[in-house]
């Protein structure tokens, strides 16, 4: 009896003991995060609980990367910070449950989006995004993270307007805190056989309550306990008032949990040097948020840190995400009682520490040494993610500045040496991109009025991009036309000759030399 078994790949061999054990230790892990996600967006530990079962499940079995986790997040949770904000401003007496209703309605349709991409096939896009936007989001991210934790630190955590804690209280709880971030930090120097998240959360669960001591745990915020994920429709008014509302933060968390999603794909491909399908990833993430808006959860996407677990414990297919999400929802419908007297200060210090992991401690390094364009991108979406909660308004907003930054740079590359041979004809030879934004400079290069009557433009060492730099060269011609000069293009490509108002009397073939690419224009 072979002692691999393919399952859901027949490409893929499966190892039972070690999926199995590692999908445990993902379960394990997950539970104190999804709760801590929940809180930190404000809604109840199940609606965390649920979504992590559900996004691991459909992912896990429909996923385009086998062996990533997916599950509820905090660039999900933050995105619904936003959008409770509203909520409340709109009706201060609403209740939680109510709340809750607008945040399934938001996954679904977050869904819905994010299953268009897949099919549309345009998870290809995250090609566009640059480093220094995803330093920026991915910091932004983490100082959201850290500073939903201080209400932590309050006397009720729940109420935004209860004051800091004080004396014995405030010293416990921070010491407490301290105490798990210590051993989640240094449990991994000394051995890595058990998460060292769990034994932080295990240990400090062991102090309080041998110990005895006075501080919140989750059944103080609320309840956990839960059987199988309860299947209804979202109460919310069917309007349109109702969908311009909720759609704006829909597309957010599509756009969170899709750009999230692939660089957890892009980075377990690296370390397992194998090769995801990103738009199978986005299809998979659809129906997994739209399954998790139907069955009572937050929705989610793919998540770094457990991802990475996973593929450090071994697992690379499928069976390691099955059982963590299997296993979770055992720890719900059996198991709620123990995960209720989970103290506060063990998710706390574990979120801190989740903060500390996500933020690219290295950009800093690299602020002398990168442009300082890129440092600019870098902050700004860092400075919109953090002060707007708007997550995917920031990455376009770095990628628009960053493709500005890339044009106007590639438009002072545009240079033309210059010489006249001994037959009098004078040669432009023409380096760097021709496109919109170096046509002015291109224009100033040549000297209509004073050129000799025969002019030759050498573009072997230059390309054409656009239709902007086509009527450049049309506009160019015209000029020596009418002063009744001779003008010659030579090494265009083929399409540039087609688009050329003149092309049979001002351009020289050459179709050994001359360049074959396309020039971008709307019919192609």
Known sequence: MKKYFNLFDLTQKVNYRTEV????????????????????????????????????????ILGGRPGMISGATGAVAVVFVGL?????????????????????????????????????????LMRLVPHPVIFG???????????SQLSQFTTDSTDPN???????????????????????????KLTKVVPAALTAILVIFGLVYFLEIDTSTVGDI??????????????????????????????????????????????????????????KEAVAQGIANVFSGFLSGMGGCAMIGQSLINI???????????????????FVMFGSNLIEKLPMAALTGLMIMVSIGTFEWASLKTFKRMPKSDVFVMIMVTLITVFLHNLALAVIIGVIIAALV??????KRIRARKHIDENGVKHYEIYGPLFFASITAFNEKF??????????????????????????????????????????????????RALLKNADKIIDVNVMEDPTYKVVVDKI
């Open 312 to 330: 450090s414990s071994g697992a690379r297919a499928r069976l390691s995400g099955i059982v963590a999400a299997i296993m979770l929802l055992v």
């Open 447 to 496: 000297d209509v009025l004073n050129d000799p009557n025969e002019v030759i433009i050498d573009f072997e060492e230059s390309r054409v991009v656009d239709m902007s730099a086509i009527e450049a060269l049309n506009k160019l011609t015209e000029r020596y036309h009418k002063v009744g000069k001779k003008i010659h293009l030579k090494h265009l490509s083929a399409d540039c």
């Open 21 to 60: 054990l590692s999908g445990l230790t993902v379960a394990l892990a997950l539970v104190p995060e999804a709760v801590a996600f929940s809180l930190l967006a404000g809604l109840s530990p199940l609606t965390g609980l649920y979504a992590a079962f559900v996004m691991g499940l459909v992912t896990a």
């Open 222 to 279: 609320a309840s956990v306990q839960g059987g199988f994920p309860p299947l209804h429709m979202p109460a919310i008014p069917l309007n349109l008032d109702t969908f311009l509302l909720i759609f704006p933060y829909a597309a957010i968390v599509a756009g969170v949990g899709l750009i999230e999603s692939l660089l957890t794909l892009n980075i377990v491909d690296e370390i397992t040097e194998t090769r995801g399908r990103g738009n």
């Open 137 to 147: 989001f991915v910091n932004g991210l983490a100082i959201i993270i850290f500073m």
């Open 162 to 188: 209860a004051p800091w804690m004080q004396g014995t209280q405030l010293v416990t709880f921070l010491g407490l805190v301290l105490l798990s971030m210590l051993i989640i930090w240094g449990l991994p």
């Open 84 to 124: 409770i904000a509203v909520l409340k401003q709109q009706n201060p007496d609403i209740s939680v449950d109510e709340i809750t209703q607008y945040v399934f309605a938001t996954v679904i349709i977050a869904g819905v989006l994010q299953i268009l991409v897949g099919v549309l096939r345009l998870g290809k």
């Open 406 to 411: 890339f044009a106007w740079d590639n438009a």
